[in-house]
């Protein structure tokens, strides 16, 4: 496995190693990260990708909207690399900020299309964290120029932005949905789970049973009602806990004008100080 950390070394094994499938992390990987870079090596070998799975690691500091949630934003390379490389990964991409943002260079933000902007979720709670993520991402695709990026279903409105990014700017990437990895008690994994207490980790657990009560309800209302239950029982403060249409995630008329919408509920919720989120298909 190549360990590339700046663009000269990233150029060079593009060279040689022809087009790859990229999978974008900020590091401090986990067993979800390690499913994203298994199924990115398993689909480049299908499809003859000559290069393999790449994974890019940044922490991103344009995407962060809060700067405490930025400086303790766990950096773990040495451990990183061996993840990446037990799930196949043929290289790594970590770069240094100056990479991905030079100096004196302005790093276009393109326009964010409407699941960015409007549902009213990540969007309006985390303000600039999309354009953030559509730079970056942007700024990664040009610089790596990926076959295809496997982006993660745990962060479900980042997915459908950035494959409306993609369509919209009509680049020849294909974008792919990886499925979220959960620890056997449900919790979804995620980089920040580190920073629950014991107690609060308990607490984490209302959110997948929040999702799995709002699927035993028949009407969307309902089931936000119920997921917001289970929530505030367990001292959660909730961002929000919502049942939208999949891929738009408007809030949308209920019974819907298109009888084959499908659709998510989505939940964002603090325990103590760290905020966590989830999703799962309702009744799809
Ligand atoms: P991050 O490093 O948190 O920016 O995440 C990098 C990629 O991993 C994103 O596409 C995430 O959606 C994905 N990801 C994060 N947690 C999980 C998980 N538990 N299961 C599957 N994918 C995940």
Redesign the pocket.
């Known amino acids: 496995m190549h360990l590339l950390t700046n663009n000269t070394m990233l150029d060079s094994w593009r060279d040689v190693a022809g087009p790859c499938v990229l999978?974008?992390?900020?590091?401090?990987?986990?067993?979800?990260?390690a499913?994203?870079i298994r199924q990115g090596a398993a689909l480049a070998h299908q499809n003859n990708i000559s290069g393999g799975c790449l994974v890019s690691i940044f922490v991103n500091p344009t995407q962060f909207n809060d700067p405490a949630d930025l400086a303790r934003y766990p950096r773990t390379l040495e451990a990183d690399s061996a993840i990446c490389q037990a799930a196949g990964a043929a290289a790594i991409y970590a770069p240094h900020a100056d990479d991905i943002y030079p100096p004196g260079l302005a790093i276009e933000t393109p326009p964010l299309p409407a699941v960015a902007t409007e549902p009213g979720l990540e969007d309006a709670h985390r303000p600039g964290h999309f354009a953030g993520v559509c730079q970056v991402v942007l700024r990664l695709f040009h610089l790596v120029n990926p076959h295809t990026a496997?982006?993660?279903?745990?962060?479900w409105q980042?997915?459908q932005v950035l494959t409306a990014m993609t369509a919209g700017l009509e680049l020849p990437i294909q974008i792919v949905p990886?499925?979220?990895?959960?620890e056997a008690d449900g919790l979804?994994?995620?980089?920040r789970n580190r920073f629950l207490s014991p107690d609060d980790r308990r607490r984490g657990l209302s959110l997948s049973r929040a999702l799995a009560a709002a699927n035993r309800q028949a009407m969307p209302d309902e089931a936000e009602r119920e997921m917001s239950r289970t929530l505030k029982e367990a001292g959660a403060e909730i961002d929000y806990a919502v049942v939208r249409p999949a891929s738009s995630l408007r809030k949308s008329a209920w019974p819907p004008v298109a009888s084959d919408t499908r659709w998510r509920a989505l939940i964002a919720a603090r325990i103590g100080s760290v905020r966590l989120i989830d999703n799962a298909p309702w009744h799809s």
């Open positions: 999978v974008p992390t900020m590091g401090a990987l986990h067993e979800g990260h499913s994203l496997i982006f993660g279903e745990k962060d980042q997915l990886g499925p979220t990895v959960r979804a994994m995620s980089s």
